[in-house]
């Protein structure tokens, strides 16, 4: 853990590979019960304005700190599973 309680979390993006909402629409699929954060670095990303309209329980934003990690796997446990509608 870095000073400042930060977490490093390294990103990659993989050319051709799916995305964090079909890879949340796929997992859905496979598990109606499973929960899911998105997470990205991308300040621009319309899923961070609005997780759950895009089905993901929680929603993690750069840079990662151990609290803002704690605090949004508890929501997602607490909380009720959130779906999909009309797969965005």
């Given at each position: 853990m870095a000073s400042g309680g930060a977490l490093d979390a390294s990103q990659e993006q993989i050319p051709g590979g799916i995305g964090g909402r079909e890879a949340n629409a796929r997992l859905e699929a496979l598990d109606p019960e499973a929960r899911t954060i998105a997470a990205s670095g991308d300040s621009n990303d319309p899923?961070?304005?609005d997780h759950g309209?895009?089905?993901?329980d929680g929603v993690?934003?750069?840079?990662?700190t151990a609290r803002g990690v704690s605090q949004v796997l508890d929501r997602c446990r607490r909380?009720?599973?959130r779906r999909l509608h009309g797969g965005r």
């Amino acid at each position: 853990m870095a000073s400042g309680g930060a977490l490093d979390a390294s990103q990659e993006q993989i050319p051709g590979g799916i995305g964090g909402r079909e890879a949340n629409a796929r997992l859905e699929a496979l598990d109606p019960e499973a929960r899911t954060i998105a997470a990205s670095g991308d300040s621009n990303d319309p899923v961070l304005a609005d997780h759950g309209a895009y089905g993901f329980d929680g929603v993690l934003a750069e840079p990662y700190t151990a609290r803002g990690v704690s605090q949004v796997l508890d929501r997602c446990r607490r909380g009720p599973r959130r779906r999909l509608h009309g797969g965005r």
